[in-house]
């Protein structure tokens, strides 16, 4: 794995776990009040054009760390539009 590889594995990761405590509190309480549903859903499908463009490149980091995110933007959405 070269240095860019790098940067990208540790962005990947950075970023995909800054996102886990959001979603886990969420999960948990069902409150998903503060949450607006335009601004998940654009980014929910913004996340999953990233996950596209890594697939595209074969850029393991992006797919990896976009298809986490993607997954767990898209349970939060389900659970804005379940739960509003």
Do not use: E, H
Not at 21 to 34: E, I, K, L, N, Y
């Amino acid at each position: 794995m070269n240095w860019i590889d790098w940067v990208g594995t540790v962005a990947a990761c950075l970023t995909t776990t800054s996102f886990i405590p959001q979603a886990w509190q969420t999960f948990r309480t069902r409150d998903v009040s503060g949450i607006s549903l335009g601004m998940y859903s654009l980014f929910t499908v913004g996340v999953a054009l990233w996950l596209v463009y890594g697939i595209l490149l074969m850029a393991w980091p992006i797919i990896i760390a976009n298809a986490i995110t993607t997954s767990l933007a898209l349970m939060i959405l389900v659970m804005k539009l379940r739960y509003r």
